[in-house]
């Protein structure tokens, strides 16, 4: 599988990570992750409007084999909650990017992105 | 300081798995594939037409000698006796206390001749159990671990019986449930037994190394027309968990006794040979023991997982043992070991991630054998 990496892409060692699409942040988590996780059967995502501190504990995606908790990759207010991903989650297998993606946030410090690896260094990181 | 270097073993199937794409993970010391096409997709392949699966990293011991049966009869709460040749049994090497040591299929090869196919994990368990009997009883047996040597693959769902035919192996030959036959097919001997792990129909062929990797091609090419696919141990829990098969190590281990692991109809209740733990395992027989696994189904949506708590009005009555997604009911699945007599269809609630999800105890299998074997 190959999937468009969008421009910008910073992500964590935990394999979140955060893009920049037309003025919005988005939250979702790396094709690498995707892959290692299998069939995503089950996602639990927050409400809109909560708030969350850098690497606190923000859902959870289940895949067939497992469960695996989601860490804020940077400190952020959740504006929008993906519901076609929370009811379709193998969404997620088929593009994190795109349709599968988990949040539209707004950051609470920008600078922060700044401790985010750029993909080709995560790919490094973690293959 | 002594440091274990011991890196995962590979089976002769290795780079069969590595050329079909397939994930691997270290599993009981070896590499093993988890999957292939997806867990969901081999999973539903295995319910409707047929899959192959590796499991050469299960063990093979063959125990023979004057003393065989007894020494069986000593290890096990089956009564070995009424296994007539070319059976199959399952069955439990119980500790003292009734704890089981491993679950284990034996085949009775001739009067005096046993093979022991065993978890993969407990090879060494086993043999030093074993071994430690065959001492204190002084019997004449020959304890052979060929785990290193055989290979073993297993072929399930509804078109098997049709793929072996396919194989070679005409359907008048066909081993019925739990039997098996030696057959000679390539030129090479072959162990076929209607056995399996899935709650379908199927096959375990266990063959030498040397050969498994062309037997492999063979049992795919076989099947081609009837869409099997190699299946890896992602798709293989997920098929067991819905056939309410146990796991060794997460639904069952030396704590539990077979009758607290819900595996009473694999305990000979007539039995008049004395086997280890039998007074233990007598006991819960007659009456209940504390503690029980039960099957439940998720009534919320969430999955539960192995350790997970289970509770009954507030108060911890219990603890997950395998939990998961069942693909064909569509639901989320569970076993757990409760301490209260609940009923099917009484209300259980699951901690996950400190919330409480509800639950419902139910009849076991979760899946009814759809596929019936005709003989």
Known sequence: ?127 | MKVDMTTPKHTPLYQKHLDLGARMVEFASYYMPVQYSGILDEHKCVRENAGIFDVSHMGEIFVSGEDALDLLQLLVPQDVEKLSANRAVYAQLTNENGGIIDDLIIYRLADEIFLLVVNASRIKEDLAWIEQNVQREKFKVTVDNQSENFSLLALQGPKAAEIVTELGLPEEEHPEYFSFIEKNLFGHDLFISRTGYTGEDGFEIMVKNDFAPQLWDKILEAGGKYNIKPIGLGARDTLRLEAALLLYGNDMDESVTPIEAGLAWSVSKSKTHNYNGKHVIKQHLENKPAKRLVGFVMLDKAIARHGYEVYNNERQIGVVTSGGVSPTLGVNIGLAYIDDLLKIDDEISIKIRDKFFKAHITKRPFIQKVNKIVK
Request: include cysteine.
């Open chain 1, 1 to 127: 599988m190959s999937f468009e990496i969008p421009e910008g892409l910073l992500c964590t060692k935990t394999h979140e990570c955060v893009y920049q699409q037309d003025g919005t942040y988005f939250i979702t988590i790396t094709d690498f992750a995707v892959e290692q996780l299998g069939d995503v059967v089950f996602v639990e995502l927050p409400e809109a409007g909560t708030e969350f501190a850098a690497e606190e504990v923000f859902g959870t995606i289940e895949s067939v084999k497992a469960a695996s908790e989601l860490y804020a990759p940077v400190g952020f207010k959740v504006l929008e909650v993906n519901d076609g991903l929370v009811a379709q989650p193998e969404l997620l297998n088929k593009d994190p990017y795109a349709d599968g993606w988990l949040l539209k946030v707004e950051l609470t410090d920008v600078s922060e992105l700044d401790t985010l690896l750029e993909y080709d260094d995560y790919k490094t990181e973690v293959h």
